[in-house]
């Protein structure tokens, strides 16, 4: 079955550790997105990419970096810039139609 | 920014009909989309709007009125299944531009 897969489903950072979370698709899909959702607020666009090798930045990319080295790859990093970490992560992905589709996402917590 | 608003919560109960409101900014309106979110767990895609009108699948259905920046989310014969938060999205023509609502909360009672 075509998806997309985060993992971990839990991960809990320590102050001063960069955390990374995986996301991977096998839609072939070229567009990959990370959203933040805290409760009470809509998701927030952290950095999105068009094609391999290529993002953007979204709304609230401070504290966070990415990478998009294969298409079915778009891994996030939590740095330690990142002050208020605590969040459920979700990527996405979309096709032409720009429907998105999101894995099951990661809930951060900070020890 | 584009601010969505839709209602946080709202209670009903099974076999009982629903209708969940959908506030957004008109300018640069390129489509709209509802999905529904159990909680901690992947939003699911119900329903996309891109013309004014109804669009129904099954128990769902979705509506937009594109001049008055509104659209709804119709839940009909409701089962304990659908409680969940619904949550509504609009996409603007700036590329990668989602705006999500914060969700509305549906509580499906017996």
């Known amino acids: 079955d075509g998806g997309i897969t985060q993992s971990p489903k839990y991960l809990f950072r320590k102050e001063g550790q960069n955390v990374t979370l995986s996301c991977e698709q096998n839609?072939?899909?070229?567009?990959m997105y990370w959203y933040r959702q805290d409760p009470g607020q809509g998701l927030r666009l952290i950095y999105y990419?068009?094609?391999?090798?290529?993002?953007q930045k979204g709304d609230i990319a401070e504290g966070y970096s990415v990478s998009r080295e294969k298409k079915e790859s778009f891994p996030l990093t939590v740095t330690s810039a990142q002050k208020n970490p605590t969040a459920f992560y979700l990527c996405?992905?979309?096709?032409?139609?720009?429907?998105?589709?999101f894995g099951s996402g990661t809930q951060l917590s900070v020890l | 920014g584009q601010n969505i608003d839709q209602p946080t919560e709202m209670t009903a109960t099974e076999g009982a009909i629903v209708q969940i409101n959908c506030t957004y900014q008109?300018?640069?309106?390129?489509?709209l989309f509802w999905y529904q979110q159990h909680a901690g767990e992947a939003p699911t895609f119900l329903s996309y709007?891109?013309?004014?009108g109804l669009e129904e699948k099954g128990r769902f259905s979705s509506f937009l009125s594109r001049s008055k920046g509104y659209s709804y989310l119709l839940l009909k014969e409701l089962q304990m299944k659908d409680s969940a938060s619904y949550l509504c999205?609009?996409?603007?023509?700036?590329?990668?531009?989602?705006?999500f609502g914060a969700g509305t909360q549906v509580v499906v009672t017996p």
């Open positions: 996405a992905s979309s096709d032409p139609n720009e429907k998105l589709f």
């Open positions: 839609l072939n899909h070229d567009a």
């Open positions: 990419s068009q094609i391999v090798n290529d993002f």
């Open positions: 008109t300018s640069g309106f390129n489509g």
């Open positions: 709007n891109v013309l004014d």
């Open positions: 999205a609009v996409r603007y023509f700036s590329w990668g531009k989602f705006q």
